[in-house]
Nanobody, 124 residues
Framework: QVQLVESGGGLVQAGDSLRLSCVAS????????MAWFRQAPGKDHDLVTA????????YYSDSVRGRFTISRDNAKNTVYLQMNNLKPEDTAVYYC?????????????????WGQGTQVTVSS
């Protein structure tokens, strides 16, 4: 059974940085794409970023490109989200997710496995 556990969220001020971590277990981590989604209050889950199995290819949404960086350490079964220059509109619950593809996917349906989420709140 795939399990994903996020950590690293918190309350920060605009312009600050945070690094989220997600530890995966239950299968061969290094074979599969990993992604970060977020859900702001009253809104749907949005794909923030994704990284393929070996880190060679990534995807970023327009709203975070240039400020956020996704990376992975396959030896530690961990994916990271470095978030710089945070803005109040980045406030959301952030979820780690994975599926059965080794290539970057942008459709939510490609990610059937989700963590419990970690809250990120950015004050102005």
């Amino acid at each position: 059974q795939v399990q994903l556990v996020e950590s690293g969220g918190g309350l920060v001020q605009a312009g600050d940085s945070l690094r989220l971590s997600c530890v995966a277990s239950g299968r061969a981590f290094s074979r599969y794409t990993m992604a970060w989604f977020r859900q702001a209050p009253g809104k749907d889950h949005d794909l923030v970023t994704a990284i393929d199995w070996n880190g060679a290819n990534t995807y970023y949404s327009d709203s975070v490109r240039g400020r956020f960086t996704i990376s992975r350490d396959n030896a530690k079964n961990t994916v990271y989200l470095q978030m710089n220059n945070l803005k109040p509109e980045d406030t959301a619950v952030y979820y780690c997710a994975t599926g059965w593809s080794s290539a970057v996917q942008v459709a939510t349906r490609q990610y059937p496995y989700w963590g419990q989420g970690t809250q990120v709140t950015v004050s102005s």
